[in-house]
């Protein structure tokens, strides 16, 4: 068990369709990172936020946005779903960013099915 | 371009037997990190080691050990005494020091079966 956990585990929902996905970090992590897994893309980098605020942005698209709340833990919504987004969605934690050696631990992941 | 090549999608190994499974890597900054993530059929990301581009000695965790070659940036996970439960995905990432950033960037990973 990493520490970070995910909700909901598994997501079915049809086009068009808006979701949230829920992650909290680690216990004293104040990084959250968003990343998605496709079989066509791989696992890919979509934002980080480092205590509330945003850090940095990957390929992460217009319909999908983030935020970190207060309490350090973030959601990620996606709207306006298409096919294409069927994906595995983890969340990962950190320390403090900018240091190589700080490892990124990740949360079970959401799998989202778009029908 | 590529910057986390994995080209073996798939190895078999006995168990009991040590497997390496290759990954190298393209960057021009000094300062970076390499990492192996396992992932089981159940999908999680397991983190398994980490090696520095600093670090004078390769990097060991229990059965796990980093042959780190800078000059030909390769950063191959062995396992060593390989068992049922080591059967799954592995990816290699890397972060980078310079883009202010703490993103990993992924391979696309190895399949590894250990069979009796």
């Known amino acids: 068990d990493s520490g970070v956990t995910q909700t909901p585990k598994h997501l079915i929902t049809a086009t068009g369709q808006r979701v949230t996905l829920r992650c909290s970090p680690r216990?004293?992590?104040?990084?959250v990172y968003w990343y998605q897994q496709s079989l066509d893309q791989g696992l890919q980098f979509l934002i980080q936020?480092?205590?509330?605020?945003?850090?940095a942005k990957g390929n992460i698209l217009e319909r999908f946005s983030a935020q970190q709340f207060p309490d350090l833990h973030s959601e990620l919504n996606l709207s306006s779903l298409e096919l294409g987004d069927s994906a595995l969605y983890f969340c990962?934690?950190?320390?403090?960013?900018?240091?190589?050696?700080?490892?990124?631990?990740f949360g079970p992941g959401t799998r989202l099915t778009v029908l | 371009a590529q910057k986390i090549t994995q080209t073996q999608p798939g190895m078999f190994v006995q168990e009991k037997e040590a497997v390496t499974l290759d990954c190298t890597y393209d960057?021009?900054?000094?300062?970076?990190?390499l990492f192996w993530y396992k992932q089981p059929s159940s999908g999680e990301m397991i983190f398994l080691i980490y090696?520095?581009?600093?670090?004078?000695q390769n990097a060991t965790e229990g059965r796990y050990s980093l042959n780190f070659q800078k000059a030909r940036k390769s950063a191959n996970l062995v396992i060593s005494a390989s068992q049922l439960g080591d059967s799954a995905m592995y990816f290699c990432?890397?972060?980078?020091?310079?883009?202010?950033?703490?993103?990993?960037?992924f391979g696309t990973g190895t399949r590894l079966q250990v069979f009796p």
């Open positions: 936020y480092y205590n509330g605020e945003e850090r």
């Open positions: 090696q520095g581009s600093y670090d004078q």
């Open positions: 960057t021009s900054d000094p300062s970076y990190g």
């Open positions: 990432a890397m972060r980078e020091g310079w883009e202010n950033t703490d993103k990993l960037i």
């Open positions: 990962a934690s950190s320390g403090e960013p900018g240091g190589s050696t700080d490892t990124q631990y």
């Open positions: 216990s004293g992590d104040l990084s």
